[in-house]
Every structure is written in structure tokens, then in C-alpha cells.
């Protein structure tokens, strides 16, 4: 009797549950990955010159003002006037200080305050200052500059609107800042727009100034921001509804929620759970951190998901779907509360949020509702895996293109995956400790973090060392592939025995230590469970009982959702090796035309090799047959492929490994 223990969570039931607020199908983190993905940067540049993440000074606040007024009509919508007050602190001594700033985008004309005159090239503002500062000095330097008309995926003014997005390096675009996520500073924005428009940023609205057919927005954020969550989100005859939230903590402080809609959107369904989701978050994570927040429907320039900036999330036109509202609401929290120190830490943001997707399902659901969720991201995740790890430190000051850094297999679903196994690794009361001493930490919060930073809580909250867990799951690629065997053996006396032979027979990663359930049935109905510590490979377990056991199960609750394989009935004293598969590189990689694929296998068994886009479709199917033993060669036409990232997927008797195909033109 064979046991299969991957558990296929893709129930149509629950999928028009789950999705029946979402377009398409899709679900909020998936809306998420595929903004994020597809952002390109206009033009083409090199980011290692500036990405990193220590740096000689840190900037404190960011004061904007711009003026707006001619991007709502007209022939040069995208062309503004604007200044930037930046006052930073002296890290080391200098006499001049960096900036990125886009060339492409803006033009700066001049610099006044500490800074005394400038050069601007290679998208690097240098500001030369009045006098050498010593370590520890503030000063202040101001920045006179005009946006171009041009569209530069940063700031956006079409057909009444104009907002900016900005991650993961967008706000350089539209000002003149320090555009890492570590480098995190209050943010004032003033902006004189026409009278009919209404515009949304960070933090609380000060005050709104009219004069003629004119109105000054005035927002002043008290919280530190993250530049990339920095934003403005403004259009003509905007709708606008304002729910309050009430705080656990102090019933009569009112927390606005604004709701900034199209003409046709029906935002109620995001109204009338913002604030049960608010209760949910704050119970569990700790409560709501910022005086403000909101959600603002964009135009078809925004035309995927979420984007969750601080305090004023942007969201596609008419996407009011509960799974979209808790995915970019719980970075409230994950990202914005806490920012990923670099963007090798990205799963501190979207692996957090994508499980906390999840998560809010429980609080109407129960936990099989959050677990069906959990099953879909792993599935996902085992469908489409590319082959890398969670994080890749030269992240930190490389940073990868946005189809890798947002990829929705590995960045959002193995992600949540991975703390979903952290919390049955922990058990709940250790891992929602961890989640609660993780977000009040006062040197975290409205600050940022590396994920050594979540480890370390997680091992002072435990008591334990669970850097074994992270260095598997985050720091290294794939999964766990499962070959075990057990048996049943009468002994004298009417005793049992029951022999467990544990294996995994991944090429693709090294072993992965779990502790593990085991469910053993017997003969009269009964039942137990056992958990044992898989620590090592080829391990055997053996256990005597005075009943007839019939059937074992590995992970009945399939806690450990990264697997695959299989656990049969079968001799486990002298177990050999599996058979040798191996999936190489294909050469050229790019390819233009074709491309040739070779994989070898150890004995004779079914294979196929499927071709997938980055939506996990197959896009072509060039083996699907029984293979002998041996080298096998694959030629395949690219012709029909269209210039893009691949991942092609050889499945060699159960035995499955992935690599990654790009296509030029």
C-alpha cells in the first residue's frame, strides 16, 4: 500500500471561497507578485554603485514641496517644480554628501542651505557643503529640481491622476534622496494641486490651505518612512470615505482609515472588515503603529495588485478583494513597521504578509482556513520553484531584477510556507511570543531589520538555537524529497514492532532536519502519535506495542507543507540508494532560437519536462515518455517562446528538479 503524504489543497471550493473578491482568480499576494514583478526600470542601469547599506551619514527627514498643479490636464503631465529640505546626521566626517537621483527623471537647478554648489551625473547627486561636519552634527541642505515629462515608472500623471510607486528604487525618480530600505526618516509633503483634486500621502493630513482655484495638501509624517514607502496618490473628483478604528488600548483615540475610490468602485466590502482585521492584527502582532491609514484604487498605469505603502496603501482599479486588503494591510506591520534592512531581507516583508494573508482567514475560519491558504502558497510553490534560496545575500548590495525579488513561487509562497513550518516547529504559544517580542522590540520597530535580526528573537524567546531551521529553509534552495519506507514485525508474546526507515533522496539541496509526526493505526481502531527529530539521513526508528498496528502515517497533518515523496510499506533493513538523476544547465543560456537541455538518469523510468512561465503555465511539454537508463538530449525551439524568464521541470520517476531558461530576442 503506497502512502502519499503531499496533500493537494487546490479545492475549487475553496478557491471560489477565498477568491470570489479577487479578479481573475488570483489571490492578494499573487495581485502583489505580479505588480511587483513585472516593474521594470526606465532606462536600463547598474544599481551595485550605490547599494549599500551602511553608509556616511543618515538622513532624518525628508520636508517635500511640490507643485503639482499642471499634472492633472494638459500637454506635459508628468513635468513638476518641487524642493526637498533633507536633514540628515554626520556619521563620519565629510565635506560633501550622495544622493540618488534619477537623470532620466529630473533636473536639479540648484542648492542652498549647507550645500553649496552640486554635480549630477551617472543618476548620483554629489552636493558639495559649506564646511567640513564632524561625526554626530546635523545640517540641512535644500534641493531646488524639476521632474521631466517623462514616463519613468517612479512618478505617474495620467487622465486626471498622478501618484507615485515606488519600490524597489522608484522614489529616486521623483526626489532627490538616500534610496535604500534601511535608511528610514520622517517625511513632511506639501503639494499645491487644482481645487478639484484630492490628494493622499504618509502619515496625518496637518492641514489643506485653498487660495483661488488652488489647494495645498500639507501631510506630515511622524513615524520614520522607508523612501520606497514614501508616496503620493491624487486625482481629480476623487471619492473619498473615512472609517474609524478605535484603539484596544485607548477607546477614544480614533484611528482614520481613508478609502480614496474610482467613480463605479464599491469599497464596502474593504470598509466593513478593515476594522475586525485591524482587532485581528493588533491582538496578534501588536497594535495598529501608525495615527492613519488607507487605501487609494489607482488608474490602468497600476494595473496589478497592491502596494503597500506607509500609512496609504496603492491598489489597482476596483481591487477591493478581502485577500488583497489583508495582504498590503498585515505590511502595515511586516515592511512598513519594520523594514527589510536590505533587499536580501525581502522575506521579512512579503513572506511575513503573504503568510499573514493566510492568517487572517483563522480569524473567521478557523485554522483550516488559514491552512487550506498555507496549501495553495505550497503548492504553488512545488508547482513553479525556480531552484533558489528565499534569500541570496549579494542582495544586500546587488540588487536583483524585480522578476526575481518578487517571484511569486519562492519571495511570497515558500515564504509564508516557511513560517507557517516555523509555527508547528515552535508550537503557537512560542511563535506567536516570537511574533509579538519581534514587533515591539524598540530597537525594530519604525526601523528596519535583517533576517540574523528575526533569528536571534526567535532563538531569545525559545531558549533554543533554531539557526538549523533559517539556514535550511531561508538560506538554502528547494525541498525536502522523501523516500521512506516501514514495516510491521509479530514478535513473541503478542507484541509488535514497528520499523520506520527515514530517507530523502533530493539532488538539488542538502538534508533538511524536521521533527516529524508519525501517526501509527492499529487493528482495533486506536490510534497515537509520535513526534521524532529527523536529523539526519537514512535514520531508523523502531517502537513496540502490545496492539496490531495497520497503517503509519508520516505528517498526518502535513505541517511540513515544502515536501514531496512518498512513504510505502517495505523492507526498511537494507535500503539502497535511489537511482543518479541529474537536470543540467541548458547551454546557451540566454537562448534565441533554441536551446539544448540534457539530463541523465540512473535507471529506466517515466519522465517528462515541462516548460513554465513565471505564472507556473505550461508552456511546453518537449519529453513526456518512458527513458532508459543513461545521457538523454533534448534540442528545444525557442522560436515560439516570447523573450522572457522560464523554468523548465524534469520529473524522473518522482524525482524533480528545476532550473531556470531565459529567452532573448
Known amino acids: ?346 522575506w521579512l516583508n512579503e513572506g511575513f504578509a503573504t503568510w499573514a494573508e493566510a492568517f487572517w482567514y483563522e480569524s473567521s475560519g478557523g485554522y483550516a482556513a488559514y491552512k487550506q491558504d498555507i496549501g495553495y502558497n505550497a503548492q504553488s510553490y512545488l508547482n513553479g520553484n525556480p531552484g533558489w534560496p528565499i534569500s541570496i545575500p549579494s542582495w544586500a548590495t546587488h540588487t536583483p531584477t524585480s522578476d526575481t525579488l518578487f517571484n511569486w513561487e519562492i519571495t511570497y509562497c515558500k515564504g509564508a510556507c516557511v513560517l507557517h513550518q516555523l509555527r508547528y516547529v515552535l508550537g503557537d504559544s512560542l511563535f506567536f511570543s516570537t511574533l509579538q517580542t519581534y514587533c515591539a522590540d524598540t530597537n525594530l520597530k519604525f526601523k528596519s531589520a535583517v533576517i540574523p535580526d528575526f533569528m536571534a528573537i526567535v532563538n531569545e524567546v525559545t531558549g533554543n538555537n533554531y539557526d538549523w531551521f533559517f539556514n535550511e529553509w531561508i538560506y538554502q534552495p528547494n525541498h525536502p524529497y522523501y523516500q521512506n519506507t516501514f514495516d510491521f514485525e509479530n514478535l513473541v508474546g503478542g507484541e509488535w514492532k514497528v520499523n520506520l526507515f527515514l530517507t530523502q533522496v533530493q539532488t538539488n539541496a542538502p538534508f533538511f532536519s524536521m521533527p516529524v509526526q508519525i501517526q501509527i493505526k492499529f487493528a482495533d481502531n486506536s490510534d497515537t502519535t509520535l513526534l521524532i527529530m529527523n536529523d539526519t539521513n537514512y535514520q531508523r526508528f523502531n517502537w513496540t506495542f502490545s496492539r496490531q498496528p495497520v497503517d503509519l502515517i508520516f505528517d498526518p497533518g502535513d505541517n511540513i507543507v515544502l515536501k514531496q515523496g512518498s512513504t510505502i510499506v517495505g523492507f526498511t533493513g537494507n535500503q539502497s540508494v535511489s537511482p543518479k538523476v541529474n537536470l543540467s544547465q541548458n547551454i546557451p543560456n540566454p537562448a534565441v532560437r533554441s536551446t539544448r537541455i540534457v539530463f541523465e538518469i540512473g535507471g529506466s523510468m517515466p519522465v517528462t519536462l515541462e516548460v513554465k512561465n513565471l505564472m507556473g503555465e505550461v508552456v511546453m511539454t518537449p519529453v513526456k515518455s518512458y527513458k532508459d537508463a543513461g545521457k538523454h538530449f533534448v534540442d528545444l525551439d525557442c522560436s515560439t517562446l516570447s523573450q522572457g524568464v522560464y523554468t523548465y521541470r524534469l520529473n524522473a520517476g518522482g524525482h524533480i528538479q528545476t532550473r531556470k531558461l531565459v529567452v532573448t530576442k
Not at 230 to 253: C, E, F, G, Q, T
Not at 312 to 332: K, M, Y
Open 1 to 346: 500500500m503506497q502512502r502519499f503524504f503531499l496533500l493537494l489543497f487546490f479545492f475549487s471550493g475553496f478557491i471560489s471561497i477565498v477568491f470570489s473578491q479577487e479578479k481573475s482568480g488570483y489571490k492578494g499576494s499573487q495581485y502583489c507578485s505580479q505588480k511587483k514583478s513585472q516593474s521594470r526600470v526606465v532606462p536600463d542601469r547598474c544599481t551595485a554603485v550605490d547599494n549599500v547599506p551602511t553608509h556616511s551619514y543618515d538622513v532624518l527627514k525628508y520636508n517635500l514641496d511640490l507643485n503639482l498643479y499642471s499634472c492633472y490636464s494638459g500637454t506635459c503631465p508628468n513635468s513638476f517644480t518641487g524642493s526637498v529640505i533633507i536633514t540628515f546626521r554626520v556619521n563620519t566626517n565629510l565635506n560633501s554628501i550622495q544622493l540618488n537621483a534619477e537623470g532620466y527623471s529630473m533636473v536639479i537647478d540648484s542648492v542652498r542651505m549647507a550645500g553649496i554648489s552640486f554635480s549630477h551625473s551617472n543618476d548620483i547627486l554629489t552636493i558639495q557643503l559649506n564646511r567640513t561636519y564632524s561625526q554626530g552634527e546635523i545640517a540641512e541642505v535644500k534641493i531646488i529640481y524639476r521632474h521631466k515629462d517623462v514616463q519613468d515608472n517612479g512618478f505617474y500623471a495620467k487622465d486626471g491622476f498622478a501618484f507615485t510607486d515606488a519600490e524597489p528604487e522608484g522614489a529616486r525618480k521623483w526626489f532627490p534622496c538616500w534610496d535604500q530600505p534601511s535608511d528610514k526618516a520622517k517625511f513632511e509633503l506639501t503639494a499645491k494641486v487644482p481645487l478639484s483634486v484630492k490628494l493622499g500621502s504618509n502619515g496625518l493630513l496637518a492641514d489643506s490651505v485653498i487660495s483661488g482655484d488652488t489647494i495645498r495638501y500639507h501631510w506630515v509624517s511622524l513615524q520614520d518612512v522607508a523612501t520606497y514607502l514614501m508616496v503620493i496618490s491624487s486625482r481629480v473628483n476623487y471619492n473619498l470615505d473615512i472609517v474609524y478604528w478605535h484603539k484596544p488600548s485607548n477607546p477614544a483615540d480614533s484611528i482614520p482609515i481613508r478609502f480614496y475610490f474610482n467613480d463605479g468602485e464599491d469599497p464596502g466590502t474593504a470598509e466593513a472588515i478593515i476594522r475586525d482585521m485591524t482587532d485581528w492584527f493588533s491582538e496578534k502582532f501588536c497594535e495598529h503603529p501608525f495615527d492613519k491609514n488607507g487605501f487609494a484604487t489607482l488608474n490602468d498605469e497600476f494595473s496589478w495588485g497592491g502596494m503597500e505603502n506607509q500609512t496609504l496603501t496603492s491598489l489597482c482599479p476596483d481591487c477591493w478583494g478581502e485577500s488583497l486588503i489583508a495582504h498590503e494591510f498585515a505590511h502595515q506591520w511586516y515592511g512598513d513597521m519594520i523594514t527589510c534592512g536590505t533587499w536580501a531581507d525581502i
